[in-house]
């Protein structure tokens, strides 16, 4: 089995029904061409058929103190979820090389 965990952004989600009005109206439109970039590399793992892959998208990432404890939704933002500490993106990273459950899924997390 090869196995990847690759991480890109909430932002990636076209129509999460979480982003918040200004983020759709001022933040995203600047940062269009990353979240483009993104996209491409998720639809790239999508005809990896031989990989059992991962991809994580974090909501905005702080350097707070990780807590240990979050929320994972499959696909869209928790609901409330704005931010996340860059030690639990790698808590839920390392937890995930042995698990199954999101294998050729796109995880979601928030504090």
Same mark, same amino acid.
């Given at each position: 089995? %090869? ?15 979480? &982003? *918040?009005? &200004?983020?759709?109206?001022? &933040? %995203? ?11 491409? #590399?998720?639809?790239? *793992? *999508?005809?990896?058929? @031989? !990989? ?6 974090? =909501?905005?990432? =702080? ?9 994972? #939704?499959?696909? &869209?933002?928790p ?13 839920f !990273? ?5 698990? %199954? ?7 979601? *997390?928030? @504090?």
């Amino acid at each position: 089995m %090869k196995r990847l965990l690759c991480i890109t952004s909430q932002g990636v989600e076209e129509t999460d029904p979480s &982003f *918040l009005w &200004f983020y759709n109206w001022i &933040f %995203k439109p600047l940062y269009r061409r990353l979240y483009a970039d993104m996209k491409r #590399s998720e639809e790239y *793992l *999508l005809s990896a058929g @031989d !990989i059992d892959w991962t991809v994580v998208r974090p =909501t905005a990432l =702080t350097d707070n103190a990780p807590r240990g404890k979050y929320r994972v #939704s499959p696909r &869209f933002a928790p609901h409330g979820g704005l931010s996340i500490a860059r030690g639990d993106v790698a808590h839920f !990273i390392v937890n995930q090389l042995p698990e %199954k459950t999101y294998i050729h899924g796109t995880p979601t *997390l928030a @504090d």
